[in-house]
T-cell receptor, first 111, second 118 residues
Framework: AQTVTQSQPEMSVQEAETVTLSCTYDTSESNYYLFWYKQPPSRQMILVIRQEAYKQQNATENRFSVNFQKAAKSFSLKISDSQLGDTAMYFCAIYGNKLVFGAGTILRVKS | GAVVSQHPSRVICKSGTSVKIECRSLDFQATTMFWYRQFPKQSLMLMATSNEGSKATYEQGVEKDKFLINHASLTLSTLTVTSAHPEDSSFYIC??????????????FGPGTRLTVL
């Protein structure tokens, strides 16, 4: 079984500042992948970043980076230089044998 | 690349009627497509997995006879909600995994279909 926990229902950040979204997970799979997806008000799911669990190096995509702590089963997302367009629901997800999502964190970027 | 479309984007129907939702991979062939359901302010819940040319695999608690899935080609999967009732009103999202293109674990999502059953 796979579970994903996002303990922050809502967060706010000022434009240009940095924010970190938390995510913990549990899985019985030995090989798995972790994702952060963004769902803006349009409701289109957008892939933000992907991490292969067997890789120790943290994934980065421009202003987005992760802190992957495998032993602690933690997978947080850091957004640097936050922009108004980053306002969205953010879902942490794990793929072992299927994709399982966390409950999501609503992020509001304020000007 | 990796664009997935859904049609229609919104549909309103009367209780007891059937509704078909199409999911297409526009610029890639999809070995596997998935159907999710999302209630307001909630997460996505996997309903079923469909592979081209074979029967869909449904998640526990999802009625196979109510949510018919057909994956007739490598670019098209359809979800038919049969005898729809108001409790079937929801946001339905499909996703697809690209065939032979990099990671087979990464799903690309369609824009979703809002179904309202009156």
């Amino acid at each position: 079984a796979q579970t994903v926990t996002q303990s922050q229902p809502e967060m706010s950040v000022q434009e240009a500042e940095t924010v970190t979204l938390s995510c913990t997970y549990d899985t019985s799979e030995s090989n798995y992948y972790l994702f952060w997806y963004k769902q803006p008000p349009s409701r289109q799911m957008i892939l933000v970043i992907r991490q292969e669990a067997y890789k120790q190096q943290n994934a980065t995509e421009n202003r987005f980076s992760v802190n992957f702590q495998k032993a602690a089963k933690s997978f947080s997302l850091k957004i640097s230089d936050s922009q108004l367009g980053d306002t969205a629901m953010y879902f942490c997800a794990i793929y072992g044998n299927k994709l399982v999502f966390g409950a999501g964190t609503i992020l509001r970027v304020k000007s | 690349g990796a664009v997935v479309s859904q049609h229609p984007s919104r549909v309103i129907c009367k209780s007891g009627t059937s509704v078909k939702i199409e999911c297409r991979s526009l610029d890639f062939q999809a070995t596997t497509m998935f159907w999710y359901r999302q209630f307001p302010k909630q997460s996505l819940m996997l309903m079923a997995t469909s592979n081209e040319g074979s029967k869909a695999t449904y998640e526990q608690g999802v009625e196979k006879d109510k949510f018919l899935i057909n994956h007739a080609s490598l670019t098209l999967s359809t979800l038919t909600v049969t005898s729809a009732h108001p409790e079937d009103s929801s946001f339905y999202i499909c996703s697809a995994v690209a065939r032979g293109q990099g990671a087979t674990d990464t799903q690309y999502f369609g824009p979703g279909t809002r179904l309202t059953v009156l």
